[in-house]
Nanobody
Framework: QVQLVESGGGLVQAGGSLRLSCAAS????????MGWFRQAPGKERDFVAA????????YYADSVKGRFTISRDKSKNTVYLQMNSLKPEDTAVYYC????????????????WGQGTQVTVSS
């Protein structure tokens, strides 16, 4: 059974940085797409970034391009989201997700989800 466990959230001032981790287990993820989504209070869940596990190709939402970097460490079965130049509007619960096949930016297309980690950016 696939398990995704996020960590690394917290409180940071605007302009600061955080690195989120998503520890994946339960199967080999070759051929999978791994994504990060976020949901702010009262808002819908939004796509943030994704990576192809095998080839490493990355995808980003326009709102985070140039500030966030997604990566994966195959030896640790872990996906990371490095977040720099954080803004108050980045405040949200961040979720890791996984699906077999191509990267998509629609949340309901992902089969597996973590429990989420809170990121709060103060102004």
């Amino acid at each position: 059974q696939v398990q995704l466990v996020e960590s690394g959230g917290g409180l940071v001032q605007a302009g600061g940085s955080l690195r989120l981790s998503c520890a994946a287990s339960g199967r080999t993820f070759s051929g999978y797409a791994m994504g990060w989504f976020r949901q702010a209070p009262g808002k819908e869940r939004d796509f943030v970034a994704a990576i192809r596990w095998s080839g490493g190709k990355t995808y980003y939402a326009d709102s985070v391009k140039g500030r966030f970097t997604i990566s994966r460490d195959k030896s640790k079965n872990t996906v990371y989201l490095q977040m720099n130049s954080l803004k108050p509007e980045d405040t949200a619960v961040y979720y890791c997700a996984a699906r077999p096949g191509a990267v998509v930016t629609i949340g309901y297309e992902y089969d597996h989800w973590g429990q989420g980690t809170q990121v709060t950016v103060s102004s």
